[in-house]
């Protein structure tokens, strides 16, 4: 059953604290992304990745941060740097970082700050 | 300016009506593009994509580009009850990252 699963569903953060948001995939597919969404709003570009042990930074990094160690993961973390973090967040991939191939998305991660 | 801009809805259409949905992009550029549909709560889901100018027909949607006028439309047949959703227009630009317009929102009216 081949996807990509977004761990844990809902989120609940204090003030000051860092948290880890958990991406995988079992599709063999070399780009993933992160995507913050705020209601009434498109999809926003946090950070992307096109091969192992490689990222790059979206339009709102800033207060974020990735890592990819391994092809199936893509953890993100938002740090207490991120001053408004309580948003939608998408995980996606796609074969390749290429215009024509389709970014397919996790279910998501509702973070809310308390 | 927006990369990606969206008729800015709601939209609401009578059942078995046709729902039509547009999108401008900014970037000349751009190289392809697609449609997801969002429910609310959920994450997108891809409906369909177009590279060339010209009309492509999925089932009861309909997909038209025109590059020369930086247009892509969506447009939804017999349109549905359980078409109520959110649907966002999205443009590839000459690099790795796709722009999402801020999205559409249509009601089918039963």
């Known amino acids: 059953d081949g996807g990509i699963t977004q761990s844990p569903k809902y989120l609940f953060r204090k003030e000051g604290q860092n948290v880890t948001l958990s991406c995988e995939q079992n599709?063999?597919?070399?780009?993933m992304y992160w995507y913050r969404q705020d209601p009434g709003q498109g999809l926003r570009l946090i950070y992307y990745?096109?091969?192992?042990?490689?990222?790059q930074k979206g339009d709102i990094a800033e207060g974020y941060s990735v890592s990819r160690e391994k092809k199936e993961s893509f953890p993100l973390t938002v740090t207490s740097a991120q001053k408004n973090p309580t948003a939608f967040y998408l995980c996606?991939?796609?074969?390749?970082?290429?215009?024509?191939?389709?970014?397919?998305f996790g279910p998501g991660t509702r973070l809310t700050v308390l | 300016q927006k990369e990606v801009e969206q008729n800015s809805g709601p939209l609401s259409v009578p059942e078995g009506a046709i729902a039509s949905l547009n999108c401008t992009y900014s970037?000349?550029?751009?190289?392809?593009f697609f449609w997801y549909r969002q429910y609310s709560g959920k994450s997108p889901e891809l409906i369909m994509f177009?590279?060339?100018?010209g009309d492509k027909e999925d089932g009861r949607f309909t997909a038209q580009l025109n590059k020369a006028s930086q247009y892509v439309s969506l447009l939804i047949r017999d349109s549905q009850p359980s078409d109520s959703a959110t649907y966002l227009c999205?443009?590839?630009?000459?690099?790795?990252?796709?722009?999402f317009g801020a999205g559409t929102t249509v009601t089918v009216r039963a």
């Open positions: 996606a991939s796609s074969i390749r970082p290429a215009p024509t191939d389709t970014q397919y």
């Open positions: 999205a443009a590839y630009p000459n690099d790795y990252k796709l722009s």
């Open positions: 599709l063999n597919h070399d780009a």
């Open positions: 990745s096109q091969i192992v042990n490689d990222f």
């Open positions: 970037d000349r550029g751009s190289q392809s």
């Open positions: 177009i590279y060339s100018n």
